[in-house]
């Protein structure tokens, strides 16, 4: 390939120019060797001839193909040389805003002047763990390959990080450890990390300033090594510091600042703390007012200063020290502001006496102030001899004074940096570390002294070690590929080095000059021109003889000798030290002790005696006063270069765009100078002299197929294929070397294959066209042809149309014309016609008329003559009836007559009497002998009772006692009969006073209705407005529809948040209990067990060996019940019923326990029974049991009643309230009616169950004589038993009577009484509302209008709400209870009734005989019995050695079932401790499994499928109404009797958040390193994607090159794994609303994954990614639905990832492609659309890049739009897991236990 291939035309070139460094032009004529100029075409379109020299101007440098531009990794541009890289990291840095960017192994890092959020711990997390190269350049990438390194090679690693002042450097260091903080958290509770990362605010503060190149410029290098122990955990911490700037605290330049700590405190002055400081605004100082601004914009530094006293006190130093360091810093500003005063002399001077500045100075640091005045303006002169005072001049003075006041910051900075290593120290053996270098970069002003010297020093030290290492790098690369390599000639400093500090160097000479009692930098100016003037790195400036110039790697740099000594020597004189040292504080006086690490004296303790001698000695100097500042900086920077040697490096260089901090704006001069000085460069040209473009066998293949022919791609050896083709297409074969794995090329060979793929898709460009011209033209001519054809047909057709119409109308008229005649001549007839037929009718009409009226002349005379006719008839038949009746009256009544007299005759005969009295004989008979047999029944009778009042004669004289007993109650009834008739008496006052104030309240109502009337009119007019002003506003605002959906969703978001809340809180709780357990076992493992323990760094959080406490069944429900509930009630009428419910929980369940405790007394008597009955006869003891069980009911009865009471009270205090809360009279009355018809009602309920009370003791009485009535059998004493049967009872009833008649009595009095006091709380109650009413109507007066009606309207909706609410709750309450008693109330009766029936039959006489009872054989009830020594056997069976595939054959979830059959058994026989022990046991093993299996997916899902079971199981059986809906009968029957275990429910709820967390953690897990591979990276499409040149990508050191190129996953082996997670969820019978969760979730971890890398690869931002992804997004979809899985809702988590996919399709030109894709992208945020929108890079020349005038138009349409400001998915959230209620259809009676499982010892029951 010659050099007139590369320089043809069409060629485009770099060419130097003043303004931009490098300027783009294209080759317009073909360069031939020898031409001494080469035609170019600007930019600009104008044209230039480039002259050509063999020495000075040579060749322009080549550019790169367009398709190369914007590369993460500049080495993998073609063409490596200094425009190539100017250009790249332009085009990133402006228009894709990319500030990070690889050049081999260093990172170059722009600063942009801007906070950008690319630094949040989401994008921590997606660095986390992938190799460099793989992702986007960044900061975290770096620092990932260091953590990486570190753990894998065991070696100690460094990140250097350097550049210019204000490139950014601190805030990269601070970064890197923020990552190293979150990556590699201490394991411990130390915080280790938050401490490392809380000394950055505090070194900033005291080392960091404003400069004009930076505002926060760390004017002091720092090297902050973080420890890690063996697991990679951080555990300390040490900082190292370089060379502090102290000349900054006595001076600033124009706009600059001192350190910030100074104006923190000055900002803060006000406070109270501070008062004794005496400091003011930082104007009033000196120290802070020479740069003439004391202000930094966004600064706030009162605000900084509270920041820096937390991390003060995070890092242990107390308050007291604290204020001794702000004492010691205020002291610094007093020093500088105090007035040296000189004298007329000139050589001496003086301090005003009383003197502010210097009171306060003394004042805060505890010395001497006559001292310090003294020694201040003087200084001590010591000879062999001899001691002299001397006075100073001023200039001395003023010295002197900035000398010390730099001397203290000094020590105080050493001092803070050593207590912070102190707080960072840990005593745990480090086991590696990883260093971050924070240190100035090269730097050159226009006036360079001692600080840019030692700096650049530095840095010849740093480049030197820089470029050996990038040279090993190489070297290893090739070696590794067993390629021939030669020794790359390289730039090697350490002649420079030397020249500084080697023997008699530039160090050396100024530490001599400095011994020098009289050296001036003058001599040693001299002393350097004589000696290193034949260097070839120092040279002599023309114009001066006090400066120098050394020969840097980066630049020459012109060094001013001024102050050189005075700042190498650093002098203060030991006067001011030793009275600083006598300092009453403690602090100040150890800042400045000598040699404080070698004393053995304890701090505190040091002597305070001075001992003179008597001859003053001469002070031998100690060797760390004899060393300079340089030589002191030259022993830590070779320690330095030290600790980097023994480390693996990696580098960041810090480049700074622009001198005016402006975002985004670059400077090309600056940066070039800025890169020439950092090595970046260096490195590109060490790069360029080897092999700089690397590309893999496969990658190669893929690129340029295009180049082979079809016979070569046919070969299935792909290495072979690519030698063939390089060797066809490249002659030259050094330009290229086949390695292991990789292709190396030479710089531009790249280029050139490029060149030939574009010339070959050129020409088949070309082709293309030309046949699709050509096709396009012929179906232009056929289209032309068939539109002739077509407009020929259309023609002939129009004229043959035109001739048929022409005929049709011709017809069409001699059918009009015969028609029009035909009607006129029918017209003429018809009139015709209509003549003669009008006459004939008229005619005919006048004689039908004639006829008629003759007619009716006729009729009406009939008529007349008809009706005389009948009233003549009429009149003579009435004559004749009333003359016939009168007639036969008369007859009649002489025929009774004569008939009576017949009667009176027969009566008085005896044959009439006979005939009556013969049935009467008969009747006679028979009541004679009924008489007889009852007179013998009689006279038995008396006999008995004879007996029987013989027998009981001594009882009747007890019986009389109690008669008397009762008498005097019946007097004490009497005084209550008062009390009643008293009460009644106040009743009726009360009443009447009622009356009075009703009539009272009824006169306010009136005129309070007439206000309202008058204010409802006001109201209507300002409703019209507010009508219209909502017109006006929904005009102005359109859109704002569905605000109660909103609501809804709103309240729904709620709800799911408190849900996701509460699940994170259990999760942290978890957390917090898996630590516990961890610190438990590694106490125990050093105690009992010596040595290493190593745990699992993903060990689970469920784990957990605590047993729960005993828990009793208090008032606190289930959430999941309680949630479940709110959404079927729906979630307004939640909102509402949601406190009632909660109200009427806590009665419910009370009465609930009662039942159960009465039932189990009733159990327990039965057993009680059971055992008697095995003991003695059968006959004895089931009137034992009878009487027990009598007594048992009447207790429960009892009980029942004194409940009833209770709730009556309930309910009348209910109803006051009511009636408190209603303001009408009228309503008042409606509850008051109300109130007494429901007491009344009540206390109709007590007096039956009173009466059923005294049945059951008049029962229990019966038994008793029929006990007592047996063994008189049995004593043959008959009359005895005859006696006591038929006189006792009445006695017993008689007093059982007068016994209920008391109660009676106190019921009444007890009712008269409620009523009386519920009266006067009404009275009360209607007083306050009067007094509230007439506050009201005060209020009304003093309102306006609008407020008035507002206010009403108001409080109308708050009563109305509150009174709903009330009526609401009480209502529900009462209807509950009424619904509970009653059912109790029926299980009572029958019980009763049993009970009488039973008694009944055992009373008769012919039963004397011993009855057995037998018991029924019982079905198999569910149940599983096991003893409690078997509980440990149970769990272990069940739990601990329970494997999925031993119960896959058998009913899903089959340990759940068992274990609940086992709970229901131990609560059948009302055994709390077993329930609970049980139930503890049971969720304990459960989580040892877990953590035991913490990485095990199918353990994991059997034991949620079998948890949630089990909840399931506890809420169908628990006896709640609200699960009992789908239970068949036999599964009520099932039911929980005696235990309420709401609380396990929630505990095993809280197990199963737990363990679907950890479910969705190892699913996760197992799915992480597939995502990224099956969704961005692998051919879903075949030969779909292309593949670029890749650069640093997959050269990254963190490979393990040992195990081969990493595992590619497709989008089949990933649905392979959903497939199988689901299956093996199904199979373990999870419930389907579960699996949905699980997969929803899942599908939210494939859309974070896969969006975050997208958003962080270059690589992938392209149109054939987009392809695949969303045919990989459509595979998954079609997945969903063949599973049915699709209405769970996973789809929509993956919207995000379909929008980004259809963005980068989309076309990016025009500003409708721009509104298209703001309509479309509505699920991804602004930052995200622009992050793509820079990322898309085209895979080939033919496709344009996305202009930045179209990012622009995207970022102002959406610039309003409010969303999400984080540009990464968060990979952790978590939705809220819900278990919603599934109730089983599986009969527990029906559960096979399979033998298998070794359950021998349970007992079906």
């Known amino acids: 390939m010659s050099v007139t291939e590369l320089y043809s035309k069409y060629t485009r070139v770099w060419i130097p120019d003043p303004e931009e460094v490098w300027k783009g032009a294209e080759i317009i004529k073909d360069y031939k060797e020898g031409d001494s100029v080469l035609h170019l075409q600007l930019e600009d379109e104008s044209t230039l001839e480039y002259p050509l020299g063999p020495k000075d101007n040579q060749l322009p440098f080549l550019r790169n193909p367009d398709i190369l531009v914007g590369e993460n990794d500049l080495t993998a541009l073609s063409y490596l040389h200094e425009p190539a890289v100017l250009h790249n990291l332009k085009v990133r840095f402006l228009e894709s805003n990319h500030i990070y960017t690889y050049c081999g192994i260093v990172l170059v890092a722009i600063n942009p002047y801007e906070q950008l959020q690319i630094y949040g711990e989401e994008v921590i997390n997606a660095y986390s763990g992938q190799n460099m190269g793989d992702m986007d350049p960044h900061i975290f990438a770096v620092a990932e390959e260091a953590y990486k390194q570190m753990g894998r090679d065991e070696k100690n690693q460094s990140i250097i990080v350097s550049g210019e002042s204000g490139a950014g450097k601190t805030v990269s260091a601070k970064y890197a450890m923020r990552f190293f903080a979150t990556v590699g958290g201490s394991a411990s509770d130390t915080n280790v990390e938050e401490k490392v990362l809380a000394s950055s605010p505090i070194m900033e503060a005291i080392g960091n300033a404003k400069t004009t190149r930076n505002d926060n410029s760390s004017r002091f290098g720092k090297y902050i090594q973080i420890g890690f122990d063996k697991r990679y955990h951080i555990i300390g911490a040490n900082m190292r510091t370089y060379l502090l700037e102290k000349s900054r605290v006595v001076f600033q330049a124009e706009d600059e600042r001192n350190y910030h700590i100074f104006y923190q405190l000055c900002a803060s002055s006000s406070l109270s703390e501070f008062k004794d400081l005496a400091l003011t605004s930082a104007e009033d100082f000196t120290y802070t007012s020479l740069g003439e601004n004391i202000f930094i914009e966004g600064v706030n530094d009162a605000e900084d200063l509270v920041k820096t006293r937390e991390a003060l006190t995070m890092l242990g130093v107390k308050d007291v020290h604290q204020m001794s360091i702000f004492n010691i810093i205020a002291s610094i500003l007093h020093l500088g502001n105090v007035a040296i005063v000189s004298e007329r002399d000139g050589e001496s001077c003086h301090i005003n006496k009383g003197d502010p500045h210097l009171q306060h100075f003394t004042r805060l640091l505890g010395i001497e102030q006559d001292q310090m005045e003294h020694w201040l303006c003087r200084r001590k002169l010591v000879t062999t001899s001899e001691t002299y005072v001397k006075n100073m001049s001023h200039p001395q003075a003023v010295n002197a004074r900035d000398a010390l006041a730099k001397h203290i910051y000094a020590h105080l900075f050493d001092w803070i940096v050593e207590h912070i290593n102190k707080s960072l120290h840990t005593s745990t053996k480090q086991h590696s570390f990883i260093g971050v270098l924070d240190i100035y970069g090269f730097e050159t002003f226009e006036i360079n002294s001692f600080e840019q010297f030692c700096i650049n020093y530095a840095n010849e030290k740093l480049q030197q070690q820089f470029n050996s290492h990038v040279f090993k790098l190489e070297q290893e690369e090739y070696m590794k590929e067993q390629i021939p390599w030669t020794l790359i000639d390289f730039y090697d400093n350490q002649p420079c080095i030397d020249l500084i500090e080697?023997?008699?160097?530039?160090?050396?000479?100024l530490d001599e000059e400095c011994k020098v009692p009289k050296g001036t930098d003058m001599n040693w100016a001299q002393k350097l021109y004589s000696k290193h003037s034949g260097s070839g790195h120092f040279e002599k400036p023309r114009m001066s003889n006090s400066s120098f110039i050394i020969v840097h790697f980066a630049d020459k740099v012109e060094y001013q000798c001024d102050g050189f000594l005075e700042k190498n020597r650093d002098t203060v004189y030991e006067e001011q030290i030793n009275i600083l040292k006598a300092s009453q504080f403690q602090l100040v006086a150890d800042l400045f002790q000598d040699g404080k690490e070698g004393t053995s004296l304890p701090a505190g303790k040091t002597s305070k005696v001075n001992v003179r001698p008597a001859k003053p000695q001469p002070k031998g100097h100690n060797r760390e006063h004899r060393k300079t500042v340089g030589t002191q900086f030259r022993n830590s920077l070779h320690l330095l270069m030290e600790t980097l040697n023994a480390t693996t490096p990696h580098y960041v260089r810090c480049i700074k765009p622009n001198d005016f901090k402006e975002s985004f704006v670059f400077d090309s001069k600056r940066a070039v100078q800025q890169l020439r000085a950092c090595g970046v460069l260096e490195t590109i040209r060490i790069s360029a002299a080897g092999y700089p473009s690397r590309w893999t066998y496969l990658d190669f293949y893929s690129r340029y197929r295009v180049l082979m022919t079809k016979k070569e791609m046919t070969s299935a050896d792909k290495k072979l294929v690519c030698r063939n083709l390089l060797e066809t297409l490249i002659k030259d074969p050094d330009k290229f070397q086949f390695g292991k794995t990789k292709i190396f090329f030479r710089a531009g060979q790249v280029a050139y294959l490029e060149k030939l793929r574009a010339d070959k898709f050129r020409y088949a460009c070309i082709k293309i066209q030309k046949t699709v011209r050509g096709w396009l033209q012929r179906i232009r001519y056929r289209k032309i042809r068939k539109s002739a054809i077509t407009l020929q047909r259309y023609g002939r057709g129009y004229m043959a149309r035109r001739y048929a119409e022409m005929l049709r109308l011709t017809r069409a008229a001699l059918i009009c014309q015969k028609r029009y005649r035909m009607v006129r001549v029918r017209r003429e007839y018809l009139k015709t016609r209509r003549a003669v037929v009008t006459i004939q009718a008229f005619a005919r009409g006048m004689f039908i008329r004639r006829l008629y009226q003759e007619f009716m002349l006729h009729h009406k005379a009939m008529i007349i003559q008809k009706t005389v006719r009948g009233w003549l008839v009429r009149k003579k038949y009435l004559r004749a009836r009333y003359a016939a009746i009168v007639i036969q009256c008369f007859y009649r009544r002489v025929r009774a007559k004569r008939q009576l007299k017949q009667l009176k005759i027969e009566a008085r005969s005896a044959n009439h009497l006979k005939s009556l009295n013969v049935g009467m004989e008969n009747k006679i008979v028979q009541l004679q002998k009924k008489m007889d047999n009852k007179s013998k029944e009689y006279k038995t009778q008396n006999e008995q009772l004879a007996v029987a009042n013989t027998a009981l004669g001594s009882e009747v004289?007890?019986?009389?006692?109690?008669?008397?007993?009762?008498?005097?109650?019946?007097?004490?009834?009497?005084?209550?009969?008062?009390?009643?008739?008293?009460?009644?008496?106040?009743l009726k006052e009360a009443h009447a006073?009622?009356?009075?104030?009703?009539?009272?309240?009824?006169?306010?109502?009136q005129d309070l209705e007439k206000r309202v009337e008058e204010l409802q009119k006001e109201n209507s007019l300002l409703k019209k407005e507010k009508e219209e002003m909502n017109q006006r506003i929904q005009n102005s605002t359109p859109g704002k529809v569905g605000d109660a959906s909103k609501k809804e969703s709103n309240v729904q978001a709620e709800l799911d948040e408190e849900r996701s809340r509460y699940q994170n809180l259990l999760k942290e709780y978890s957390r917090l209990e898996l630590r516990y357990e961890n610190l438990q076992e590694e106490m125990s493992s050093v105690k009992f067990h010596p040595g290493h323990r190593r745990n699992p760094s993903n060990q689970s959080s469920l784990g957990s060996d605590s047993n729960y406490p005993s828990i009793s069944m208090s008032d606190v429900g289930d959430t999941d019940d309680t949630i479940q509930q709110v959404e079927e009630m729906g979630i307004e009428k939640a909102a509402m019923d949601?406190?009632?419910?909660?109200?009427?929980?806590?009665?419910?369940?009370?009465l609930e326990q009662e039942r159960k405790r009465l039932q189990t007394s009733l159990e327990k008597v039965d057993d009680l029974n059971k055992r008697k009955s095995n003991e003695s006869n059968g006959s004895d003891e089931d009137v034992n049991a009878d009487l027990a069980y009598n007594s048992l009911k009447r207790q429960e009865l009892e009980t029942e009643n004194k409940k009833l009471k209770n709730d009556l009270n309930e309910l009348r205090k209910a109803v006051a309230v009511n009636a408190s809360e209603n303001s009408s009279p009228n309503e008042l009355q409606e509850g008051y009616s109300v109130l007494l018809n429901q007491?009344?009602?009540?206390?109709?309920?007590?007096?039956?169950?009173?009466?059923?009370?005294?049945?059951?003791?008049?029962q229990i009485v019966n038994t008793t004589r029929q006990l007592e009535n047996t063994n008189h059998i049995n004593s043959n004493d008959v009359s005895e038993y005859t006696n006591n049967k038929n006189k006792k009872p009445e006695d017993v009833v008689d007093g059982e009577s007068k016994k209920l008649l008391e109660d009676q009595l106190k019921t009444q009095s007890r009712k008269h009484n409620d009523e009386l006091e519920a009266l006067h709380t009404q009275i009360e109650l209607m007083r306050n509302d009067l007094e509230k009413k007439q506050e009201m109507l005060n209020n009304f007066s003093t309102l306006s209008p609008e407020a008035l009606v507002e206010f009403s309207i108001q409080q109308e909706l708050t009563r109305l709400t509150n009174e709903n609410l009330d009526l609401k709750e009480i209502k529900e309450k009462l209807e509950k209870n009424e619904r509970k008693l009653k059912k109790q109330l029926g299980i009572y009766m029958k019980k009763v009734k049993e009970l009488e029936v039973s008694q009944t039959t055992r009373s008769r006489p012919e039963l004397t005989r011993q009855v057995t009872v037998q018991r029924k054989e019982k079905d198999f009830e569910g149940m599983l019995e096991y003893y409690k020594e078997d509980e440990a056997l149970l769990v272990k069976s069940l739990i601990t050695d329970m494997k999925p595939q031993s119960v896959s054959a058998t009913v899903p979830c089959l340990p759940a079932y068992i274990l609940f059959m086992c709970i229901r058994h131990a609560d059948y026989i009302n055994d709390d401790q077993k329930v609970h022990s049980l139930l503890t046991s049971t969720i304990n093993a459960i989580k040892k499994v877990l953590k035991k299996n913490n990485d095990d997916f199918e353990m994991t899902s059997f034991w949620l499928a079998n948890s949630s079971r089990l909840l399931h199981c506890l809420k169908q059986y628990s006896g709640d109404e609200a699960f009992m809906t789908q239970n068949t009968p036999k599964q009520n029957e099932h039911c929980l009797k005696n235990f309420d275990l709401a609380e396990y429910r929630q505990v095993l709820s809280d197990l199963s958040i737990q363990i679907y967390q950890q479910l969705i953690r190892v699913a996760e897990a197992f799915l992480q390193p597939m995502i990224v591979s099956a969704m961005l990276e692998s051919e879903s499409i075949p030969s779909l994607a292309g593949v670029k040149p890749m650069g640093y990508r997959n050269r990254s050191a963190s490979i393990d090159c040992d195990s081969g190129a990493p595992v590619g996953y497709t989008l089949q082996a990933l649905k392979r794994q959903l497939a199988q997670f689901h299956t093996t969820m199904a199979d373990h019978g999870l419930d389907p609303e579960i699996c949905q969760q699980v997969i929803r979730q899942l599908f939210y971890s494939i859309n974070a994954v896969s969006l975050n890398n997208l958003l962080l690869r270059k690589d992938v931002c392209s149109w054939s990614t987009g392809m695949q992804l969303r045919y990989n997004i459509s595979q998954l979809e079609e997945?969903?639905?063949?599973?049915?899985?699709?209405?769970?809702?996973?789809?929509?988590?993956?919207?995000?990832?379909i929008q980004a996919a259809k963005l980068l399709q989309m076309n990016k030109k025009t500003s409708q492609d721009a509104e298209a894709i703001c309509s479309l992208c509505n699920s991804l945020s602004l930052q995200q659309i622009v992050k793509i929108l820079n990322l898309y890079t085209p895979l080939n020349e033919f496709e344009e890049r996305v202009t930045v005038s179209f990012i622009r138009d995207i970022q102002n349409r959406l610039q309003d739009r409010v969303d999400n400001h984080q540009l990464l998915v968060d990979t952790k959230h978590t939705f809220p897991v819900l278990f919603p209620f599934t109730p089983s259809a599986l009969s527990l009676e029906t559960v096979h236990i399979p033998a298998s499982l070794n359950l021998d010892f349970l007992t079906r029951v």
């Open 1679 to 1697: 997945w969903l639905r063949e599973r049915n899985l699709h209405q769970g809702g996973s789809v929509s988590t993956l919207e995000p990832l």
């Open 502 to 509: 080697a023997k008699l160097g530039i160090l050396d000479l």
């Open 957 to 986: 004289s007890k019986l009389q006692k109690e008669l008397q007993t009762l008498r005097t109650q019946q007097t004490a009834g009497s005084s209550l009969q008062d009390e009643l008739e008293r009460l009644r008496a106040e």
């Open 1239 to 1258: 007491l009344k009602e009540a206390n109709e309920e007590l007096e039956v169950r009173k009466e059923e009370v005294l049945m059951l003791k008049t």
């Open 1138 to 1150: 949601l406190s009632v419910f909660m109200k009427l929980q806590k009665r419910v369940r009370e």
């Open 993 to 1005: 006073q009622r009356k009075q104030i009703e009539d009272e309240f009824s006169n306010e109502k």
